[in-house]
T-cell receptor, first 109, second 115 residues
Framework: TQLLEQSPQFLSIQEGENLTVYCNSS?????LQWYRQEPGEGPVLLVTVVTGGEVKKLKRLTFQFGDARKDSSLHITAAQPGDTGLYLCAGGAGYALNFGKGTSLLVTP | GAVVSQHPSRVICKSGTSVKIECRSLDFQATTMFWYRQFPKQSLMLMAT?????????EQGVEKDKFLINHASLTLSTLTVTSAHPEDSSFYICSAAGDGLYEQYFGPGTRLTVT
């Protein structure tokens, strides 16, 4: 099993602040995905990164895949209350995904 | 993105009864579907992987006779929790992937409460 460690586990910030969450592993992944999950709902795919060193931007969210394809980061600029949720990274080969434990983000007005 | 639905969204059942949860891919053919369970404030735990027309592959520790999975068509998979007990209460989420689809797309989840 390829383990993914996410940090921090919990994060509480005020609206307008910037933040970065991390996803690390000792294993190499062919791809890595980030999801956001709100309470009582299924995860929603945010992005997939496949190339080492790749950077993808989705509005205020910036995703980076490490050069060695073992780690990834998610940076949120000027966080908003609507960004509140559980952020999960997942990686694997083919369709089989291993999920990290997630970072629970709370953005207060 | 691809759309996956689950039904029901919430179900309450008595201990000892069986509950069926449906997972449908609405706008693509899902050759592979996955079933996860999630306890409060925890991540997703893969229970089983099912391919259309074949038996599901269960993860270690998941009882295949308790959690029956059927993937009879390219758009529908079902999970039946048999003889449910209170410890089976959880949030069950399915996901689907099709040929050419690089990612898994998740359903909205089913909250099962066994009383």
């Amino acid at each position: 099993t390829q383990l993914l460690e996410q940090s921090p586990q919990f994060l509480s910030i005020q609206e307008g602040e910037n933040l970065t969450v991390y996803c690390n592993s000792s294993s190499v992944f062919s791809s890595l995905q980030w999801y956001r999950q709100e309470p009582g709902e299924g995860p929603v795919l945010l992005v997939t990164v496949v190339t080492g060193g790749e950077v993808k931007k989705l509005k205020r969210l910036t995703f980076q895949f490490g050069d060695a394809r073992k780690d990834s980061s998610l940076h949120i600029t000027a966080a908003q209350p609507g960004d509140t949720g559980l952020y999960l990274c997942a990686g694997g080969a083919g369709y089989a995904l291993n999920f990290g434990k997630g970072t629970s983000l709370l953005v207060t007005p | 993105g691809a759309v996956v639905s689950q039904h029901p969204s919430r179900v309450i059942c008595k201990s000892g009864t069986s509950v069926k949860i449906e997972c449908r891919s609405l706008d693509f053919q899902a050759t592979t579907m996955f079933w996860y369970r999630q306890f409060p404030k925890q991540s997703l735990m893969l229970m089983a992987t099912s391919n259309e027309g074949s038996k599901a592959t269960y993860e270690q520790g998941v009882e295949k006779d308790k959690f029956l999975i059927n993937h009879a068509s390219l758009t529908l998979s079902t999970l039946t929790v048999t003889s449910a007990h209170p410890e089976d209460s959880s949030f069950y989420i399915c996901s689907a992937a099709g040929d050419g689809l690089y990612e898994q797309y998740f359903g909205p989840g089913t909250r099962l409460t066994v009383t």
